[in-house]
């Protein structure tokens, strides 16, 4: 049985459904481009930056565009979340987020967060997730975005423990590549058809208890 010491949580998807508020922003972005946004398209731009997502999105609708002209739909885009984000209640915390992190907290295990985004801090904040985070590492303090582990090995070394002794909680295909390349354990939140090369798969983490880390190996 592996000794865990530390859990990193990835944002979007883990903690809250800002996803759904990402999806609505790029979707109204793609309407522009003459194309509507699919749900299974969005899958593949879950924990993938800003920048990197909209590349994507313009290879998809045979669009050519300027530095400036990124810039403007990016700033645009991030607008049009930011309204869902203002708008978000304390309560849009995942079911049984909160119970978790009061569990890992009691047993001395270590917590941090590592997300894509640069909304990151405001939207902890605003749920009260932030006084259960040692370190937040987010999408201003990462260079190489997630399937690279730089997200997560940040913070495992703001923490002070080895990949081998941390559990890295993600919603997104790129996060669990971040973290398998990173040499952590990773657990999936959603569905094993999407995450099945994680270490094991969860719905969410409403009842899920400490025993959830006891069948992990090295
Ligand atoms: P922002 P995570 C990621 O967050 C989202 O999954 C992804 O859809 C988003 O493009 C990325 O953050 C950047 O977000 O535009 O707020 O900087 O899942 O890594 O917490
Ligand atoms: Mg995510």
Redesign the pocket.
């Known amino acids: 049985m592996a000794e865990i010491k530390a859990c990193l949580f990835?944002?979007?998807?883990?903690?809250v459904d800002?996803?759904k508020y990402?999806f609505l922003a790029?979707g109204r972005l793609c309407k522009e481009f003459g194309y509507e946004l699919s749900e299974e398209e969005?899958e593949n731009?879950?924990?993938?930056?800003?920048a990197?997502?909209l590349n994507i999105l313009l290879r998809k609708a045979g669009k050519e565009a300027s530095e400036a002209e990124k810039q403007e739909m990016?700033a645009r885009?991030?607008g049009w979340?930011l309204d869902h984000v203002n708008a978000m209640k304390p309560d849009e915390i995942l079911p049984g987020v909160k119970d978790f992190m009061e569990a890992l907290r009691q047993k001395g295990i270590r917590i941090g967060?590592?997300?894509?985004?640069?909304?990151?801090l405001p939207i902890v904040e605003k749920i009260g997730v932030l006084p259960y985070l040692e370190v937040v590492i987010?999408?201003n303090k990462v260079t190489r975005?997630?399937p690279d582990p730089q997200?997560f090995s940040l913070g495992a070394e703001a923490i002070g423990v080895e990949p081998r002794h941390c559990v890295v909680f993600?919603?997104?295909v790129a996060?669990i590549d971040a973290a398998l390349a990173g040499g952590f354990f990773a657990i999936g939140v959603g569905k094993p058809e999407i995450l099945g090369h994680a270490h094991k798969v969860i719905p969410g983490f409403q009842d899920v208890k400490l025993s959830i880390f006891d069948d992990l190996e090295t």
């Open positions: 990835d944002l979007d998807g883990v903690i800002t996803a990402h790029w969005n731009l879950k924990g993938i930056s800003r990197e997502s990016m885009k991030n979340y967060l590592g997300s894509a985004s640069k909304n990151a987010d999408g975005g997630k997200t993600e919603d997104a996060g």
